[in-house]
């Protein structure tokens, strides 16, 4: 059974840290790109982050470059978010995103359930 588990999100005052984690199961965590995404209140998803296989690739929204940090444990099966100098809008909730593509049209993709983030102001 496939599984993304989310932890780590919580309430922090503005300027905090907070570092997600997602452990992952029942698939092949290492041939995957890994992607963080998040929802703030009343909007859709916003892609944070993502990871390439062998951690040699990283990518950022221009809204948390600098300040966001993505990385993965192969070894773990586990994917991190450091995430500092918070600010209130990064308020919402994150989700950790395995992706497999074999084709442009076909592939495989998993979500976890998410964990929230509250950044009070």
């Known amino acids: 059974q496939v599984q993304l588990v989310e932890s780590g999100g919580g309430l922090v005052q503005s300027g905090g840290s907070l570092r997600l984690s997602c452990a992952a199961s029942?698939?092949?965590?290492?041939?995957?790109?890994m992607y963080w995404v998040r929802q703030a209140p009343g909007k859709g998803l916003e892609w944070v982050s993502s990871i390439d296989q062998t951690a040699g690739t990283t990518t950022y929204a221009d809204s948390v470059k600098g300040r966001f940090t993505i990385s993965r444990d192969n070894a773990r099966n586990t994917e991190y978010l450091q995430m500092n100098n918070l600010k209130p809008e990064d308020t919402g909730v994150y989700y950790c995103?395995?992706?497999?593509?074999?084709?442009?049209?076909?592939?495989?993709?998993?979500w976890g359930q998410g964990t929230q983030v509250t950044v009070s102001s």
């Open positions: 995103h395995a992706e497999l593509r074999w084709s442009p049209d076909s592939g495989e993709d998993y």
């Open positions: 029942g698939f092949m965590f290492s041939g995957y790109w």
